[in-house]
C-alpha cells in the first residue's frame, strides 16, 4: 500500500530556508512520479513543483520558480523539496503527493493516487 510521510516543515525568517522530506513506502518507486501541493490559510490547495518518474522533468509554479528545488532519491525512497528565499506567502501547509505520471500536473487537477497527511511552514516577515 503507497503511503507518503513529510516532515521538515517548521518556522523559518523571510530569507530563510527549510527543506522538505517525503519518505515513499509500500511500492517501486520506478513506476512513480511524485510532487508538491500546498494549501495556506483561507486558500485552495495548489500545485507547486513536480517529477517525473525519471526525475528528468521537474515542474515548478511561477511564484516557486527559481527559489525550489524538487528531487528525488530512490535508494534513499526519499522526495525532496528544498526551498530558499522563503517569503512569508509560501506559509502553508505542503503536502506530498504521488501519482503514475504528471498528467494531474499538466492538467491543473487534484488527481493523484496518494497524499501525505502534510507538513507546517511557517515564514515570519
Known amino acids: 500500500q503507497l503511503q507518503l510521510e513529510e516532515s521538515g516543515g517548521g518556522l523559518a525568517r523571510s530569507g530563510g530556508s527549510l527543506t522538505l522530506s517525503c519518505v515513499v513506502s509500500g511500492v517501486n518507486l520506478d513506476y512513480y512520479a511524485f510532487g508538491w501541493f500546498r494549501q495556506a490559510p483561507g486558500k485552495a490547495r495548489e500545485g507547486c513543483s513536480a517529477i517525473s518518474r525519471s526525475g528528468g522533468i521537474t515542474q515548478y509554479i511561477g511564484s516557486v520558480k527559481g527559489r525550489f528545488t524538487i528531487s528525488r532519491d530512490d535508494a534513499r525512497r526519499t522526495i525532496y523539496l528544498q526551498m530558499t528565499d522563503l517569503k512569508p506567502d509560501d506559509t502553508a501547509t505542503y503536502y506530498c503527493?504521488?501519482?503514475?505520471?504528471?498528467?494531474?500536473?499538466?492538467?491543473?487537477?487534484?488527481?493523484?493516487?496518494?497524499w501525505g497527511q502534510g507538513t507546517l511552514v511557517t515564514v515570519s516577515s
Open positions: 503527493v504521488a501519482a503514475r505520471d504528471l498528467t494531474w500536473w499538466y492538467s491543473g487537477t487534484y488527481d493523484v493516487e496518494a
